[in-house]
């Protein structure tokens, strides 16, 4: 069966640290994936999105690798800030040039002062 | 990116009574989206909301349960019908943006006893 996994268990950092969060699939072959940020009582935030052509994306201080032999994304946050503390969700195209994502359940990330 | 509001933000219903959530977006969009996000869970896609057409749902759910409106090109509803504790839950209409993003509100927040 189609499974998007990502860490149920809340990621906790300390301010200043690289945080890396993990998405990965299976049975699936998207075209793109997205990481989107959502805030507790908000709805999800587009945040960056990869093609299956692609190893590597960054914005500010964000960084999205997509590896479609191990079926895998990181998602890194560098200079961490008690500010992206929230969830992170991965979406991924389901069906090969879908433009309705699939989501995943999202890791919580707690960035410590 | 678009705007997008949600009424109401929460509600505690009695079981067997409906809900109608209201979503409005600041711009002329075709296509507006109804997600569920259970606890724990992942978001997961109820159906799409065209206008001038029936809205198309989803494995698993179905118009009695959920019927949508879509009157205009900026405003949708979506009414819980006859609802039981299993639809507590948040949800949360989006609309796309571009490359295949989506855009969300609020979210409305459901509690049923």
């Known amino acids: 069966s189609q499974k998007i996994e990502q860490n149920s268990e809340a990621l906790n950092i300390q301010e200043g640290k690289t945080a890396t969060l993990t998405c990965n699939y299976t049975?699936?072959?998207?075209?793109?994936l997205q990481w989107y940020r959502q805030d507790p009582g908000r709805g999800p935030v587009f945040l960056l999105l990869i093609r299956e052509n692609e190893k590597e994306k960054r914005k500010e201080r964000l960084k999205v690798t997509f590896d479609t032999t191990l079926k895998q994304s990181l998602f890194h946050i560098t200079a961490s800030q008690p500010a992206d503390s929230a969830t992170y969700l991965c979406a991924l195209d389901p069906s090969g040039g879908s433009y309705i994502p699939t989501f995943g359940r999202g890791t919580s990330l707690i960035v410590h002062p | 990116s678009a705007v997008i509001s949600q009424k109401p933000s929460r509600d505690i219903c009695q079981r067997g009574t409906s809900l109608t959530i209201q979503c409005q977006v600041d711009s002329q969009v075709t296509m507006m989206f109804w997600y569920r996000q259970q606890p724990g869970q992942s978001l997961t896609l109820i159906a799409t909301a065209n206008q001038g057409s029936e809205a198309t749902y989803e494995s698993g759910f179905v118009i009695d349960k959920f019927p949508i409106s879509r009157p205009n090109l900026t405003f949708s509803t979506l009414t819980v019908s006859n609802m039981s504790p299993e639809d507590s839950s948040i949800y949360l209409c989006?609309?796309?943006?571009?490359?295949?993003?989506?855009?969300f509100g609020p979210g409305t927040r459901l509690l049923v006893l």
């Open positions: 989006s609309v796309g943006g571009a490359w295949e993003t989506q855009y």
């Open positions: 049975n699936y072959s998207p075209a793109y």
